[in-house]
């Protein structure tokens, strides 16, 4: 749900979030950044995002776009279920600001990731490991350079049921939140793929996050993911 995959894929993705944070206000994200997979060469994915429409319950913020997003996807190596079940795939990620001006970042983020996958029959684990770099370096004013730790766990309960949890840890060495980490618990569950047409499937998922540590950016945040594979 929140650990991007390090499979290439070909789909249709929108996400939607509710979120509450430490201050008791409420955010709806409409879209989450989420947008078009494309394979258009071997071993490399292009996703597209689409920027989020945010909406904050009154008078907590501002309804807007956020920034829009990109991802670059590169397949290093691969191997069957005969030859390991494994997979390593490098990530370059890109944060437009074309938000609006209460809720953009004002800055371009590139964000290089490496991610892992490992399967044993019907259980995989799957983790990715990046920093993200904006083009104001590590200002203390700034978002600075958070490192993002994510794994998933999953295991296909039957045909079309893929319970999982994910970890996510981010951790500021510098920037506004200097010195500060977070741990964030995602338990929630997959459905699909179903048969649409020919290769066209359906997928939805649902999750429910909770942070584990103090003083967290968000109390508690629930997560809809509906994906038309192809």
């Given at each position: 749900?929140?650990?991007?995959?390090?499979?290439?894929?070909?789909?249709?993705?929108?996400?939607?979030?509710?979120?509450?944070?430490?201050k008791?206000?409420?955010?709806?994200?409409?879209?989450?950044?989420?947008g078009?997979?494309?394979?258009?060469?071997?071993?490399?994915?292009?996703?597209?995002?689409?920027?989020?429409?945010q909406?904050?319950?009154?008078?907590?913020?501002?309804?807007?776009?956020?920034?829009?997003?990109?991802?670059?996807?590169?397949?290093?190596?691969?191997?069957?279920e005969?030859?390991?079940?494994?997979?390593?795939?490098?990530?370059?990620?890109?944060?437009?600001?074309?938000?609006?001006?209460?809720?953009?970042?004002?800055?371009?983020?590139?964000?290089?990731?490496?991610?892992?996958?490992?399967?044993?029959?019907?259980?995989?684990?799957?983790?990715?490991?990046?920093?993200?770099?904006?083009?104001?370096?590590?200002?203390?004013e700034?978002?600075?350079?958070?490192?993002?730790?994510?794994?998933?766990?999953?295991?296909?309960?039957?045909?079309?049921?893929?319970?999982?949890?994910?970890?996510?840890?981010?951790?500021?060495?510098?920037?506004?939140?200097?010195?500060?980490?977070?741990?964030?618990?995602?338990?929630?569950?997959?459905?699909?793929?179903?048969?649409?047409?020919?290769?066209?499937?359906?997928?939805?998922?649902?999750?429910?996050?909770?942070?584990?540590?103090?003083?967290?950016?968000?109390?508690?945040?629930?997560?809809?993911?509906?994906?038309?594979?192809?």
């Amino acid at each position: 749900m929140t650990t991007v995959t390090p499979r290439l894929e070909e789909e249709l993705r929108y996400d939607q979030s509710w979120e509450s944070n430490n201050k008791g206000s409420h955010i709806t994200s409409y879209g989450s950044g989420k947008g078009l997979e494309l394979i258009p060469w071997d071993n490399i994915e292009v996703i597209l995002g689409v920027p989020a429409w945010q909406s904050y319950n009154k008078p907590a913020g501002k309804d807007g776009f956020a920034d829009d997003s990109f991802l670059l996807k590169y397949r290093i190596a691969a191997a069957n279920e005969e030859h390991g079940n494994y997979i390593v795939s490098g990530f370059l990620g890109l944060s437009v600001p074309t938000g609006n001006k209460e809720l953009t970042e004002d800055h371009y983020i590139v964000t290089p990731t490496l991610a892992l996958g490992k399967g044993w029959g019907n259980f995989d684990v799957q983790s990715t490991m990046g920093v993200s770099i904006p083009d104001e370096g590590a200002a203390p004013e700034g978002s600075g350079t958070p490192l993002q730790i994510n794994a998933a766990l999953q295991y296909r309960l039957v045909k079309v049921l893929w319970p999982e949890v994910e970890i996510n840890y981010t951790y500021w060495a510098n920037g506004e939140h200097a010195g500060k980490n977070q741990v964030v618990l995602s338990p929630g569950f997959l459905l699909g793929r179903f048969p649409i047409w020919h290769r066209v499937g359906a997928t939805i998922g649902l999750a429910y996050q909770v942070a584990l540590t103090d003083k967290p950016t968000f109390n508690h945040n629930f997560l809809l993911s509906m994906r038309i594979p192809f």
